[in-house]
């Protein structure tokens, strides 16, 4: 069911795939000096239709759930919506009514239920075995790989069964009375989890390496950080400018960057400990290491935005530059599957 959490601020999320998410979090409204400014979308290749033939239909809209996925460290699917004289768009673009919001964009997003268009998704409610899902990262919208289907996707889980009953309760704007899907979840085994515990130093920065956790579809890289970030030997990150906080890419045995699936900035100086749980896309097959590579942006100290961020002129959205840390790079073994 759509969040009506007046705390519950409803953000879009720009994708790097020229998609958008939004931000679900866990009834908190996500601090406004976060910018999440990348994202990759699920890929479709890698998700597995737990059921592909669950379809529901009301008063003229039907809702099919699919590409029903989990690996321990991601839970996703996907609703295709059909119907006659729908919306464009499938997200719902519409926001709970606060009489205390002040931002002008997102009080013409607080249209009255009775007043909304009909045919839009709203956020959907996902039960584990009857219970609230408990998920620090989430994130739900457009799917980039289909015309009108949404997907949704749920990270750093929690302690959930390996098999496991899922409900989703789904509303439609226009519609009273929200959708129910419910469908068995299996984990995919095929994991491997590496705890190297180990620690890459430069001046007075170093992080450690807690967990890298490999499946067919997902990476998932768990890791401390502490001190202040290095100023590379970069001449665009020093008297006007500095580095960003550290961020991290991951390099397979075959040269291939995984792909992150979200990356957060925050609008404010580098604080001096981190605590990263993130998820990549999928490493090449059967690899014998991965290459941590450590990163910043260059970033305006007078507001703490990352120089070169935006619209480029080939309409493309643009990240800025990264600057690698070639001292911080930690080669990790993957022992064989």
């Known amino acids: 069911m759509q969040q009506t959490n007046s705390k519950s601020t ?14 679900l979090g866990l009834g908190a409204a996500m601090p406004k000096f976060i910018s999440p400014i990348a994202a990759a979308a699920t890929d479709a290749k890698s998700a597995q239709a737990a059921s592909s033939n669950l379809s529901l239909t009301q008063d003229g809209v039907t809702l099919k759930l699919g590409d029903v996925f989990y690996d321990g460290t991601r ?9 006659k004289n729908l919306p464009e768009g499938v997200t719902s673009p519409y926001m709970p009514i606060n009489p205390k919001e002040t931002n002008e964009k997102f009080k013409k997003r607080m ?17 584990v075995d009857g219970n609230k899902l408990k998920s620090i990262h989430s994130m739900f919208g457009d799917k980039v790989s289909q015309k009108n289907a949404v997907e949704a996707e749920y990270n750093q ?51 450690t390496v807690k967990h ?34 550290m961020y991290y890419d991951i390099v397979d045995d075959q040269g291939k960057t995984l792909q992150q699936r979200r990356v957060g900035f925050s609008n404010s100086k580098p604080k001096t400990k981190y605590h990263i749980d993130e998820l990549y896309g999928a490493v090449g097959s059967k690899p014998q290491y991965v290459t941590i590579k450590p990163y910043t942006f260059t970033v305006d100290p007078s507001n703490w935005s990352i120089v070169g961020q935006g619209k480029g002129a080939d309409g493309k959205f643009k990240n800025g530059n990264k600057t690698y840390i070639k001292e911080l790079e930690m080669k990790i073994p993957v022992p064989a599957q």
């Open 10 to 23: 409803f953000l879009k999320r720009v994708l790097l795939t020229t998609s958008a998410f939004a931000i």
């Open 75 to 83: 839970l996703s699917f996907s609703i295709e919506r059909e119907g």
């Open 111 to 127: 249209v009255p239920e009775k007043d909304q268009k009909k045919g839009y998704i709203k956020t959907p409610e996902v039960l």
């Open 157 to 207: 889980l929690g302690a959930l069964p390996d098999e496991f009953e899922m409900t989703i309760q789904v509303g439609v704007t226009g519609i009273s009375k929200p959708f129910e899907f419910k469908v068995p979840v299996k984990k995919d085994g095929n994991m491997v989890s590496i705890k190297p515990n180990k620690t890459q130093k430069s001046g007075k920065f170093s992080y």
């Open 212 to 245: 890298l956790d490999i499946t067919s579809h997902t990476t998932r890289l768990v890791l401390d950080s502490e001190g202040q970030v290095p100023v590379p030997a970069s001449a665009k990150q020093t008297g006007k400018y500095a580095p960003s906080m």
